[in-house]
């Protein structure tokens, strides 16, 4: 299981320069909401963006984590 | 049998296809559910996949796609992305848009 600040870390770890957000949507621990700042997604369609979210939390996706709904943005 | 050959298949025989937990009638998760009421808001027939008829189909859509979560949507045999990108497309225009284009066709 995952705890929203272990979320972050791994975010945070390939977004180092950007801005990053975590919650727990359903209070258990496998539905994310996060939102993520980084010029990395800087000429990137919104596919690419969310394919490098995806990447940062690696296989978690799909089992300690259900769901990661995602938000991205450029500075 | 399911694999991503059938997969592709559906995506390119249908203008536009959704991949996801449940039916548009009685979705089985949160996401799908949102992705369907967007395909119903743009006013077009689509075809859609319940992941859960069958324990194949979410491995051959991820092969097919490269994409790791459900929903999935396509127009015109193109990903279009998961619940957040198509509800984000939708909310500034640019799915309607894109769709009104393609069943113009």
């Known amino acids: ?75 | 049998m399911w694999n991503k050959e059938r997969v592709a298949e559906i995506v390119n025989g249908n203008k536009l296809v959704v991949f996801a937990k449940g039916t548009p009638e009685q979705p089985q998760c949160g996401f799908s559910a949102r992705a369907y009421t967007v395909l119903e808001m743009l006013g077009h027939p689509f075809e859609s996949v319940n992941i859960f008829e069958d324990p194949e189909i979410r491995p051959s859509l991820v092969e097919f796609s490269q994409w790791p979560t459900t929903p999935q949507v396509f127009l015109n045999g193109e990903f279009i992305g998961g619940s957040d990108v198509v509800l984000e497309m939708f909310e500034k225009g640019e799915l309607k848009t894109k769709a009104d284009a393609a069943f113009a066709q």
Do not use: C, R, W
């Open chain 1, 1 to 75: 299981m995952l705890s929203v600040s272990d979320v972050k870390n791994l975010l945070t770890k390939h977004f180092p320069e950007g801005d990053v957000n975590v919650v727990d949507l359903t209070g258990t621990s496998d539905h994310f909401g996060v939102q993520v700042v980084s010029q990395k997604f800087e000429g990137l369609s919104l596919i690419e963006q969310h394919k490098l979210v995806h990447a940062a939390v690696g296989d978690y996706l799909t089992n300690e984590i259900h769901a990661l709904e995602i938000k991205t943005k450029t500075p």
